[in-house]
């Protein structure tokens, strides 16, 4: 049977829209119909709240969205929703009561949900874009507010490691702890500060702060994983993941620790202006250091030679496949 399903993936930085026709019985999908997305800094909002609660500014820009994804719905003939939410939700005190709202108001059925569903959501969207076998697949999927990492390597069975750490963390402790700034700059609530340019021993000094204190030791299993002879790590997400920025910087898909730092060294020192003339990032210039730092330390703590990049829209894939959000 096929139906046409409206999938939403509401992270710490971006939402983002999947409106697909998918085979219910084989669990394919069929056809994608639509996609969107927009940035909600929702994660940057929380870094600089003194309560912990989202600012209501920034939860109206939410709201927008989801009325635009919701008439997209009705445009393009979806008869089903699923939606989850992610790391900024479970941690702010208001996160719950925003998506009860946008639910009893637009029926979008979106879920709060744990990492550990968010890391098989995502083993499943890169499943959808890879040929990989189960055995080899290494799913990594890295967001404004956490991070995780997938695999059926070994037994057979999905394993998840949640990590506790996004770019938006990584972007505060680079304007806090190493350039000793505001990270709140320009006022408006849910704006980043600016942390070009930023200079090569910063990027050093972000890199260690990372290693030493800030990224965990990975599980065994995922060391294991990441070290199999026929593993292939993918890495995956929309055109602002950290996966997407540094294969547009490296020209290639396919790339490992040493062209990671390459690209570092070639955006260091550079203003917002000069990276946006140079490599036209989709306004996310401004971004750039913190992601390709997080992704280089990454690299490191897996001990991985190689990581893929494959477009997905976010988890939407692994939502629109996964049975447990539309039964």
């Known amino acids: 049977m096929v139906v046409v399903r409206g999938a939403l993936d509401i992270g710490s930085g971006q939402h983002k829209l999947l409106i697909a026709a998918v085979d219910t019985v084989s669990r394919r999908i069929v056809r994608k119909i639509h996609l969107d997305q927009a940035g909600v800094l929702l994660g940057h909002s929380l870094v600089q709240s003194a309560d912990g609660r989202l600012d209501e500014a920034i939860l109206e820009d939410s709201r927008s969205v989801f009325e635009r994804f919701a008439a997209a719905g009705r445009e393009h003939g979806a008869t089903e929703w699923a939606g989850v939410c992610t790391a900024v939700f479970r941690r702010a005190s208001n996160g719950e009561e925003h998506l009860a709202r946008a639910n009893a108001e637009l029926g979008l059925n979106l879920n709060l949900i744990e990492q550990k569903l968010e890391g098989e959501l995502?083993?499943?969207?890169?499943?959808?874009g890879c040929e990989a076998s189960a055995e080899q697949l290494v799913a990594w999927?890295?967001?404004?507010?956490?991070?995780?990492?997938?695999?059926?390597?070994?037994?057979?069975?999905?394993?998840?490691?949640?990590?506790?750490?996004?770019?938006?963390?990584?972007?505060?402790?680079l304007v806090r702890d190493v350039q000793k700034r505001d990270f709140a700059g320009g006022g408006k609530?849910?704006?980043?500060?600016?942390?070009?340019?930023?200079?090569?021993?910063?990027?050093?000094?972000?890199?260690?702060?990372?290693?030493?204190?800030?990224?965990?030791?990975?599980?065994?299993?995922?060391?294991?994983?990441?070290?199999?002879?026929?593993?292939?790590?993918?890495?995956?997400?929309?055109?602002?993941?950290?996966?997407?920025?540094?294969?547009?910087?490296?020209?290639?898909?396919?790339?490992g620790a040493a062209e990671v730092w390459s690209a570092i060294e070639r955006v260091a020192g550079r203003s917002d202006a000069e990276l946006k003339a140079a490599h036209g990032l989709d306004n996310e210039e401004d971004l750039i250091m913190p992601k390709l730092v997080l992704l280089?330390?990454?690299?490191?703590?897996?001990?991985?030679?190689?990581?893929?990049?494959?477009?997905?829209?976010?988890?939407?894939?692994?939502?629109?496949?996964?049975?447990e959000l539309w039964s």
């Open 141 to 173: 999927d890295s967001g404004s507010g956490s991070f995780q990492v997938s695999s059926r390597a070994g037994d057979g069975a999905l394993k998840v490691w949640e990590g506790p750490i996004g770019d938006s963390d990584v972007t505060a402790a």
């Open 296 to 323: 280089h330390a990454m690299l490191n703590r897996l001990g991985a030679s190689r990581v893929r990049n494959i477009l997905t829209m976010g988890n939407c894939e692994g939502v629109l496949l996964c049975d």
């Open 189 to 255: 609530v849910g704006q980043r500060a600016s942390p070009n340019p930023v200079s090569l021993t910063q990027a050093e000094q972000l890199s260690a702060l990372l290693l030493d204190a800030r990224i965990p030791p990975p599980p065994e299993w995922v060391a294991a994983a990441c070290a199999a002879p026929d593993a292939v790590l993918v890495g995956f997400g929309e055109k602002t993941s950290i996966f997407s920025h540094a294969a547009k910087l490296i020209g290639a898909d396919e790339f």
């Open 122 to 128: 995502g083993y499943l969207a890169a499943s959808s």
